[in-house]
């Protein structure tokens, strides 16, 4: 069994910065991928950025060049740096896992960028 824990949301103004961090433990292959998705209301989950073991990593088009993602393999946890945060990065955003084959998902921590 995984579990997947994220924290470090809440509310900033526009402009502002927020780190989300999500550590894994349980069962967890050596290769692996981890990464951050974001749903916000009424919109369908989509991918922010992932990370795999060997450290390369790859960005939705809209946080290119304003988050940076990053993870301690020791650790087993997955950060996320957002800089320049924009109204339109609200959402709840969900750590995951990919290892063994199999998908793993954290409860979400909201996100919220005020105007």
């Known amino acids: 069994q995984v579990q997947l824990v994220e924290s470090g949301g809440g509310l900033v103004q526009f402009g502002g910065s927020l780190r989300l961090s999500c550590s894994a433990s349980?069962?967890?292959?050596?290769?692996?991928?981890m990464g951050w998705y974001r749903q916000a209301p009424g919109k369908q989950r989509e991918m922010v950025a992932l990370i795999g073991t060997g450290g390369n990593s790859n960005y939705a088009d809209s946080v290119k060049g304003r988050f940076t993602i990053s993870r301690d393999r020791a650790k087993n946890t997955v950060y996320i740096e957002m800089n320049s945060l924009k109204p339109e990065d609200t959402a709840v955003y969900y750590c995951n896992l990919l290892t063994g084959g199999k998908n793993y998902w954290g409860k979400g921590t909201l996100v919220t960028v005020s105007s």
């Open positions: 349980g069962s967890i292959f050596s290769i692996n991928v």
